[in-house]
C-alpha cells in the first residue's frame, strides 16, 4: 500500500513535465502499426500517464485507459475529449491499476504496456493482468527498457537500479521473465530507443 501511494504521488509530481521528458512518439506510432489495430477493435491502455499514446490510435476503435496517478489522470481526460472531439473515437477513462484493471476476462483485442511494466511494483502482476483480459488471438505490445536476458546486469545498472527504482523505474527487470509461463507467443521484439536500452515487443495471446 505504501509503495501505491508513493506511485500515485510521484506521478502526479510529474504529471505537468511529463510529455515533454517522455515523449517516444516515433516508437508508439511503430506500436500501433504492430498491433495491425482494426475498426471496432477494443483497445486497453493501462498506466497510459497523459494519454500521448491516443493521438497515435486509428478511427474506429474503441478505447478504455487509465492511470493510477490523479495529476496523470486530469491530463489524460483532457486529451481524451480532445481526441474524441477531433475523430468521434469512442474512449472511457477511469482511475486504473494496470496490475488489477477490475476489467471482465477475455474482453479486448489489444493491449497496450507503454513505459508500464518497468514501473509498476510488480511487472509480472501487470503482464498476467494483460492476459486475463485479453481474449484469445489478441495482441499485446510492449514498450519499456529491459535488463540483458541470460546474463548478470552491468554494475552500474545495478548500482543505479535502487535509486531509479523509487524515483521513477525499475532498471533490472528481464522481459523473458515477467512472460515465461503466460499464454502468450513472441511474435516479435526489437531495440527501439536509446541504443537498445529500450524495446519494444509484440506478443499474441494463446487460445
Known sequence: MAESRWRRLRFSLYSPVYDILVGFNRVRRRSMEWAELQPGDRVLIPG??????????????????????????????????????????????QEMDAQATGLP??????????????????????MEESVRVL??????????????????????????????????TSLDRRLGELADGLPLTLVRREPAALGGFMELALFRRAG
Do not use: W, Y
Open 135 to 168: 481474449r484469445p488471438g489478441g495482441r499485446l505490445v510492449v514498450f519499456d527498457k529491459f535488463a540483458p536476458e541470460g546474463r548478470r546486469s552491468s554494475l552500474l545498472r545495478r548500482l543505479v537500479n535502487p535509486i531509479s527504482q523509487i524515483l521513477f
Open 105 to 126: 476476462d477475455r474482453s479486448f483485442d489489444v493491449v497496450f504496456l507503454h513505459l508500464v511494466v518497468a514501473v509498476v511494483g510488480d511487472g509480472r502482476a501487470c
Open 48 to 93: 497510459a500517464g497523459p494519454g500521448r499514446d491516443l493521438d497515435f490510435l486509428p478511427p474506429g476503435v474503441e478505447v478504455v485507459t487509465g492511470d493510477i496517478a490523479g495529476g496523470m489522470l486530469r491530463q489524460l481526460r483532457s486529451r481524451a475529449r480532445q481526441v474524441a472531439d477531433r475523430t468521434g473515437m469512442e474512449i472511457q477513462v
